[in-house]
């Protein structure tokens, strides 16, 4: 697959996740112990959004970057509850614009699915985490209690457009129709091998998405965490939550927070802003922008699918 850029800017995640509070509530635990034993020194979020789950990563950091394509929700994320607000990059996750080895820790959840380039995405977040490094992300798996429910709804859909093809019982990875963003579903063990491909190796797993059905939701959070934490390895949960590792041995001592940004285009480092303004590159012909709210070093190359306002 190639790679394409999904941009939600303009989407209204908060009317989304509306109603969904039970579900919130077991992910920001499910996050919160997933980082118990890990190295918190910097911890990097990709895909922020409007910060759903951001309060609790950063809590428990004690430096955090802030990500996402979208500058507009990154710009007003909340500040923690400590020492402010984290450092917000809009980012392109295909090309991050920090050093390597920049981070000790990252997260990545609900942003997975939506990846034309999964294995190419893993290695851009492998090079800019340390050795040792926990990666936390969530993936939708097939099959599943979800694709199952998918395929009945798509089966008995009306006047269907495009002849019915199961989800559940496919092979390799199948993208489902665009609404509106495409989504990508794959078999866990593909999911495996794009991770190892990648220099990860799989520590723990915990399912979750049952909270989602309305027939169980008002059930109490620790029971669909503690659930969650003993079926990790149970086949059949819309959800899985993963914590990899990145192997290899220990590298160069981690960079100070003034020294982690880099050109997203040539990789070389970018001098830490001070004031708003541009930021150019002195080894390419890329230029950022510090705006009031974050630092903007997206970058999109040339001849890239852009999935959002600019599509194209």
Not at 72 to 81: D, Q, V
Request: charged share 25%; aromatic share 8%; with cysteine.
């Amino acid at each position: 697959m190639n790679e394409s850029v999904t941009d939600y800017s303009g989407f209204d995640f908060r009317a989304l996740w509306r109603g969904r509070d039970r579900v919130t509530a077991v992910e920001r635990e499910i996050v919160r112990r997933a980082f118990g034993s890990a190295d918190r020194r910097r911890i990097l979020e990709v895909g922020s959004g409007f910060g759903r789950l951001s309060a609790t990563l950063f809590e428990l950091a004690e430096e955090a970057v802030a990500s996402d394509f979208d500058l507009e929700n990154l710009a007003r994320l909340a500040a923690t509850p400590g020492d402010g607000a984290p450092l917000r990059v809009a980012a392109n996750l295909y090309h991050l614009p920090f050093v390597d080895g920049a981070f000790t820790s990252a997260g990545m959840v609900r942003v997975y699915h939506h990846l034309s380039d999964p294995a190419a995405a893993l290695a851009e977040l492998a090079r800019v985490l340390r050795s040792g490094a926990r990666l936390l992300l969530s993936y939708n798996p097939k099959p599943s209690v979800g694709t199952l429910v998918l395929d009945v709804r798509r089966a008995l859909r009306p006047l269907a457009s495009v002849p019915f093809r199961t989800t559940t019982f496919s092979t390799g990875t199948v993208a489902l129709d665009p609404d509106p963003f495409p989504i990508y579903v794959a078999s866990r063990r593909e999911f495996g091998r794009t991770s190892r491909a990648a220099g990860f190796r799989i520590r723990g797993e915990v399912v979750s998405g049952l909270e989602e059905f309305r027939v169980v939701c008002r059930a109490p959070t620790e029971l669909f965490v503690r659930l969650g934490s003993a079926f990790g390895p149970a086949p059949g949960f819309p959800v899985r939550f993963v914590m990899l590792e990145k192997e290899g041995a220990a590298g160069v001592p981690l960079p100070a927070a003034e020294d982690i940004l880099a050109c997203p285009r040539c990789r070389q480092p970018l001098r830490f802003p001070v004031a708003e303004g541009p930021i150019p590159c002195g080894s390419c012909d890329y230029t950022g922008t510090r705006t009031p709210g974050a630092i903007d070093l997206r970058y999109v190359p040339p001849g890239v699918q852009r999935w959002g306002p600019e599509s194209g």
